[in-house]
């Protein structure tokens, strides 16, 4: 696996060739920590993130595909108590639904084959209320091409799915249908976009007020998908109460 062999020499990017954006960022991130939170980590790679949340959170979950970026997470992390490595499929997480007060996914939506699914996957791990927040390299505004760091890992093997500008990046996620998406740009060598999205809890204020629980597939639709296709999808055939609810109360 080309990751896990990237990972011998990952540091070196993350602290020397990009070091002053992944400093940034990674402070950028840990600002939306609070001290009582429990976190998970998708794609934490070595610990570059996972190095700044974990003095901020109650507990931190530090996730990754490769074994060789989770042994050399280990190393770096090892003297966070609160901090705990595993090996985890961002497109299937092993959690309950709403788990975690915080959701990151650094630097891993643009080498997915279907990053919307992995999306709603973020998003179903993050309880209503909390954020799933979402740094990705970016590609300077008109620059026409690739970094030079992006090429040489595609030289080498690593597949990346998407190329996104800042632009590019915000209308992929808006395309997500998500709402309350707040962008950070941190600008250097090689510019990261963050997006931080705040999960809706519209839905769950309904549910409360109504006393009653929607089937989590209705759930997920409500959660993903824009307000025209909400009402689309229920006619008023079948389901009066809720078209009502998307037209009127979900915005």
């Known amino acids: 696996m080309f990751w896990d062999i990237a990972a011998n020499f990952y540091d070196i990017f993350e602290n020397y060739y990009n070091g002053e954006v992944n400093r940034k960022l990674a402070l950028q991130v840990a600002e939306f920590i609070e001290k009582d939170d429990r976190v998970l980590e998708c794609a934490c790679g070595t610990g570059m993130i996972t190095k700044a949340i974990a003095p901020k959170c109650r507990e931190l979950i ?17 003297s966070f108590k609160n901090v705990k490595i595993r ?11 709403g788990a975690f007060d915080k959701v990151v996914a650094g630097n891993v939506i643009h080498l997915l084959e279907k990053p919307y699914a992995a999306m709603d996957e973020l998003m179903r791990a993050c309880k209503n209320g909390g954020q799933v927040i979402i740094p990705t390299y ?11 760091f992006i090429r040489f890992l595609e030289k080498f093997g690593a597949d990346f799915k998407k190329q996104f500008d800042f632009s590019s990046y915000k209308l992929f996620m808006e ?34 007020s109504q006393g009653i629980r929607l089937p989590k597939e209705v759930l997920k639709t409500f ?19 809720l078209q009502l609810f998307a037209f009127g109360y979900l915005l």
Not at 140 to 145: A, I, T, V
């Open 175 to 208: 395309k997500t249908g998500y709402s309350n998406i707040r962008y950070i740009l941190v600008e250097g060598k090689m510019p990261c976009a963050i997006a931080v999205i705040t999960k809706n809890t519209q839905v769950k204020e309904w549910e409360n």
């Open 62 to 78: 530090a996730t990754d595909y490769s074994e060789g970026m989770l042994r050399q997470a280990k190393r770096n992390c090892a």
């Open 223 to 241: 959660h993903h998908k824009t307000l025209e296709e909400r009402a689309a999808e229920f006619s008023c055939h079948h389901f009066p109460l």
């Open 87 to 97: 090996r985890a499929d961002i497109m299937k997480l092993n959690c309950k639904d």
């Open 138 to 148: 970016v590609n300077k505004e008109n620059s026409g091409r690739p970094s030079i």
